[in-house]
């Protein structure tokens, strides 16, 4: 970051706005950018020898680049960046932007599922990528949690809550496990969860696995460490995550880019790997932005991602709201889209819409 910004800095004015209009022109038009296409839109008359003269420089510095034997340039990932950083004029929300945001919250469906689906669909059709909604965790209190045996290799993980509602996990058991371990976990595992949520416990569970661990024998302490590990880091997740849209990044992906953007649509349907989603999020309050190979998630397809975390009344971080696309994403406006669309969650979710 601190050498993006020393090499805008000495930047001469000229080179600052050639850099400036090149990439606000490609983000606009997809296409690369010549030096006589910019001898139109520059504050100062310059001739196209000049402009051509500058473009090499930025290009020796890594900003730009020259695709195939074409004469223009196209911002490569760290002139994006750059960008992003430095000189990206961030637009004000449209009246029709948020009208149709807001027009989301207006459903009278019980729980918060078809509010996230609405959020997802308008956040997908707004921006003409895909949308990512991630739901927050159930944080109610925990009343029961059983094992049920499914075969030699499949278990189910039960948990019941105080306010009535049950999710069922299927997992792979480790070997040895017997209708008495799985007795002896579930009822280690409910003396410990009493009165405590799926969080609490997960801070909880590790000491008291190695406090009292006399009370359990091999195999059942094995499956409880095993459960832990899923209510961690398997299920929960992919269940929470709302994916809308994927079938725009196809068709804004040009034909060398397809196989990657078939790669990426794919992890999406199978929601491979999204537990890192709100991990980028929790980086920092407000919205982040990711491109190309910038985050593993989505490194493979080169997309970029603009997220925000969405927090509730305590002020706690509780999920997110993203949009992938490719990496000519219209920023500006994109942006405060998903800002306020974050905090409008947010705030729905804080207020009249819990569940």
């Given at each position: 970051?601190?050498?993006?910004?020393?090499?805008?800095?000495?930047?001469?004015?000229?080179?600052?706005?050639?850099?400036?209009?090149?990439?606000?022109?490609?983000?606009?038009?997809?296409?690369?950018?010549?030096?006589?296409?910019?001898?139109?839109?520059?504050?100062?008359?310059?001739?196209?020898?000049?402009?051509?003269?500058?473009?090499?420089?930025?290009?020796?510095?890594?900003?730009?680049?020259?695709?195939?034997?074409?004469?223009?340039?196209?911002?490569?990932?760290?002139?994006?960046?750059?960008?992003?950083?430095?000189?990206?004029?961030?637009?004000?929300?449209?009246?029709?932007?948020?009208?149709?945001?807001?027009?989301?919250?207006?459903?009278?469906?019980?729980?918060?599922?078809?509010?996230?689906?609405?959020?997802?669909?308008?956040?997908?059709?707004?921006?003409?990528?895909?949308?990512?909604?991630?739901?927050?965790?159930?944080?109610?209190?925990?009343?029961?949690?059983?094992?049920?045996?499914?075969?030699?290799?499949?278990?189910?993980?039960?948990?019941?809550?105080?306010?009535?509602?049950?999710?069922?996990?299927?997992?792979?058991?480790?070997?040895?496990?017997?209708?008495?371990?799985?007795?002896?976990?579930?009822?280690?595992?409910?003396?410990?969860?009493?009165?405590?949520?799926?969080?609490?416990?997960?801070?909880?569970?590790?000491?008291e696995i190695a406090r009292r661990r006399q009370e359990l024998d091999v195999a059942a302490q094995a499956l409880v460490e095993s459960g832990l590990a899923l209510w961690e880091n398997q299920g929960e997740t992919s269940e929470r995550l709302i994916v809308?849209?994927?079938?725009?990044?196809?068709?804004?992906?040009?034909?060398?880019?397809?196989?990657?953007?078939?790669?990426?649509?794919?992890?999406?349907?199978?929601?491979?790997?999204?537990?890192?989603?709100?991990?980028?999020?929790?980086?920092?309050?407000?919205?982040?932005?990711?491109?190309?190979?910038?985050?593993?998630?989505?490194s493979l397809s080169g997309s970029s991602l603009v997220v925000s975390p969405y927090m509730n009344a305590d002020r706690k971080i509780i999920g997110a709201v993203g949009v992938i696309g490719p990496t000519r994403l219209n920023?500006?406006?994109?942006?405060?889209?998903?800002?306020?669309?974050?905090?409008?969650?947010?705030?729905?979710?804080?207020?009249?819409?819990?569940?």
């Amino acid at each position: 970051m601190h050498e993006r910004s020393k090499l805008l800095a000495e930047m001469n004015a000229r080179s600052r706005e050639v850099f400036r209009r090149v990439v606000e022109t490609y983000l606009d038009t997809g296409d690369p950018v010549g030096s006589r296409t910019l001898t139109r839109t520059m504050s100062e008359a310059v001739s196209a020898a000049t402009i051509r003269n500058v473009m090499q420089d930025l290009e020796y510095l890594g900003l730009l680049d020259s695709p195939h034997t074409s004469a223009g340039r196209v911002p490569t990932q760290l002139g994006l960046r750059m960008f992003v950083d430095g000189l990206m004029e961030v637009s004000v929300l449209s009246i029709q932007d948020r009208a149709a945001i807001e027009a989301t919250t207006g459903g009278t469906e019980p729980g918060i599922a078809p509010l996230l689906d609405r959020i997802g669909a308008a956040l997908s059709g707004l921006t003409h990528g895909a949308s990512l909604v991630l739901a927050p965790k159930h944080e109610s209190e925990i009343r029961h949690i059983d094992f049920v045996s499914l075969g030699s290799d499949r278990a189910l993980v039960v948990l019941v809550f105080a306010d009535g509602h049950v999710e069922n996990r299927i997992f792979t058991p480790p070997p040895g496990q017997t209708p008495s371990s799985l007795r002896e976990a579930a009822n280690f595992v409910n003396a410990v969860a009493e009165g405590r949520t799926l969080s609490d416990l997960r801070a909880h569970m590790g000491a008291e696995i190695a406090r009292r661990r006399q009370e359990l024998d091999v195999a059942a302490q094995a499956l409880v460490e095993s459960g832990l590990a899923l209510w961690e880091n398997q299920g929960e997740t992919s269940e929470r995550l709302i994916v809308r849209g994927t079938a725009n990044l196809i068709d804004q992906a040009e034909d060398s880019n397809l196989e990657r953007i078939r790669t990426l649509f794919d992890d999406l349907e199978r929601k491979r790997d999204i537990a890192e989603f709100l991990e980028l999020a929790e980086q920092g309050q407000g919205v982040r932005i990711f491109i190309g190979s910038e985050n593993k998630l989505f490194s493979l397809s080169g997309s970029s991602l603009v997220v925000s975390p969405y927090m509730n009344a305590d002020r706690k971080i509780i999920g997110a709201v993203g949009v992938i696309g490719p990496t000519r994403l219209n920023y500006g406006r994109i942006v405060p889209i998903v800002d306020y669309t974050a905090q409008l969650v947010g705030r729905m979710l804080s207020g009249e819409r819990k569940g």
